[in-house]
């Protein structure tokens, strides 16, 4: 267990939707970061928060947008959904920066129909 | 631009053999290198990491990795192999730029351990 959390676990839903995407941080990590794992793409970076203030964007589309609250807690809204935004989605979460290690949760499973 | 490359996509090893997964990076300055093992229905966990000083780094499980900064390479090893290492494996390099940092992650490779 890493300590990290992240809900629904599985989540179906149509295209042209929009969905919510919630991850909670080990407790005293102020870093989360948000991660796409698919078939056709692998595992890609999509954004980074540090202490509610956005720090690094990698492949995010506009369609994405994440945040982080004061509780730290960070959620990632896909909206417009596509059959290719089929993915697991993880979120990690650190104390601070790149030489700290990332925990990862378990993912959450979006399936698009 | 950053970039991982895992040339192996699946590898098969008998329990108890050696084993050598292979990474080759594509980075401007000295790396942050990472190795992350995914077990199915898991998240990723890390298995070592390397930033600076010795170059050989050992890691939980039993694992070790070595960069080779000729080579631009961070292979992963582990002298005997469980059937637990059954797992995917990741090589990831990190970036450190002004304000940012993230991580890009090789393909994997999938470690299938026969008995």
Redesign the interface.
Known sequence: D?G?TQTPKHLITATGQRVTLRCSPRSGDLSV?WYQQSLDQ????LI?YYNGEE????NILERFSAQQFPDLHSELNLSSLELGDSALY?C?SSLA???D???????TRLTVL | AQSVTQPDIHITVSEGASLELRCNYSYGATPYLFWYVQSPGQGLQLLLKYFSGDTLVQGIKGFEAEFKRSQSSFNLRKPSVHWSDAAEYFCAVGAEQTGANNLFFGTGTRLTVIP
Request: zero cysteines; hydrophobic letters at 35%.
């Open positions: 890493s990290v970061y692998g595992l890609q970076f980074q720090r690094a964007k990698g993880f990690a920066g790149l030489t290690t990332q925990y990862f949760g378990p993912g």
